[in-house]
């Protein structure tokens, strides 16, 4: 095209603003069928700008990579784009390129010119949308297989699949091995997730190096990360959890070895999750919380405990209130030990055993008959796996203010 399109003003590079405009005015705007499509204005521009400079470079008789027709193609893939509607963008492009061309040759007296013009124009356009529609073919091949394998997995931890040893090898799980489901639950502790355009993906996701000895598939389900752990022993599968757990809120079923134990392993993790209290981070077992465990499994049930046994404590004021919870978790957490208790809350023994007395005078239960204690804790715990059932209280409040209190109260602890 250097006898015509490269030739100073017939240099079109000169309109890649005005033209990528035009171009992306029109698939946004202008065509009903382009409004329609998922793709918002902050993709569509810069991938026709991007598209435009090659289509003008290789008119201007340069080498051009076409870099943009493959991501081109590969993003309207993954957006769901249909192919024709990717190829119209292409014909927009050539349309507008060889309209700002015809314009500035106007005046052009050789009609043989402006044929070979015209036929490196569409070449070129023709040149980068084939390069698009492979691009979008190959992602879309790899998007479909992608997704086929979410939806197997999907279907082994709800049950829904009944052929499982051939969806194990279509998940490529190896046999025979020490298998555990992980729930991480989204929410401030946990971080982002990767995935597919829709949100859900299984894939490997270790390092290739621990590759060979434990197997990760996952997915995006109901607000979760469900994930698949396939290893070869208990250590495996652990050090795998941990890290699945790293600055994250993440549940884990006990191992099982076969995969129609799928849901029911879900059905642990979904509560081992749930036993950790709201904001706290790591990972949480099936088995090594049972009082929590079985507190999550029953929102409701917990939650009457909580009211039933801390009802008295509604009317004090929320720094009061946390002072009191935290004062008895101190107190349970230290083997019922005052001295311990007041070590850990900064403060003297006979304060603690001050509250320890208002708890029992407000919610008629002593630490120090075993039952009363057993139900205290309980409900103590309940309440910390529902913030909201006595009202939300932050536990930097007990840091803010404390209200006035005796030093001495005659009452528990010994220790």
Known sequence: MSDIAATGRHDLRDALDLLSEQVADGILHAEPVYSETRLPAAVVQPLVRANVAEILTALAGETSSLAPARETGRVTAAEGIQLDLLQDAYRLAGLRIWEELARRLRHQSDTGALLRASSRVWSAIDRSSNVAVRSHLEAAAGFGESMARTELLRGILTGAVQDLETARRALGLP??????????????ASGGVPGSRSGAAARPDLPASDAARVTTRWLIHEGDRLTL?????????????????????????????????????????????????????????????????????????????????????????????????????AWFEH?????????????????????????????????????????????????????????????????????????????????
């Open 175 to 188: 046999a025979d091995v020490m298998l555990v489901v992980a729930v991480t639950a989204q929410g401030p």
């Open 229 to 329: 752990v396939a290893a070869p022993t208990s250590p495996d599968a652990q050090e795998a959890l941990t890290g699945l757990a790293a600055g994250t809120r993440t549940g884990a079923s006990r191992p099982f070895t076969h995969l129609a134990d799928a849901p029911a392993a879900l059905a642990q993790a979904r509560t081992a999750v749930r036993s950790l209290s709201p904001g706290q981070a790591g990972l949480s077992c099936f088995g090594d919380r049972p009082l929590d465990a079985l507190l999550a499994a029953d929102d409701g049930r917990a939650g009457e405990l909580a009211l039933a046994v801390l009802g008295g404590l509604r009317e004090r004021d929320p720094r009061d209130e946390e002072l009191l919870l935290a004062t008895v978790e």
């Open 335 to 415: 083997g019922g030990s005052g001295t311990r208790a007041a070590a850990a809350l900064h403060c003297h023994r006979n304060t603690v055993l001050n509250r320890l007395a208002r708890v029992a005078d407000l919610t008629g239960r002593d630490v120090n008959d075993p039952r009363a204690a057993a139900e205290l804790y309980a409900a103590v715990r309940a309440r910390r796996l529902q913030p909201t059932v006595l009202g939300t209280i932050h536990p930097a409040a007990i840091l803010t203010g404390q209200p006035a209190e005796n030093q001495h109260h005659p009452g528990p602890s010994q220790g």
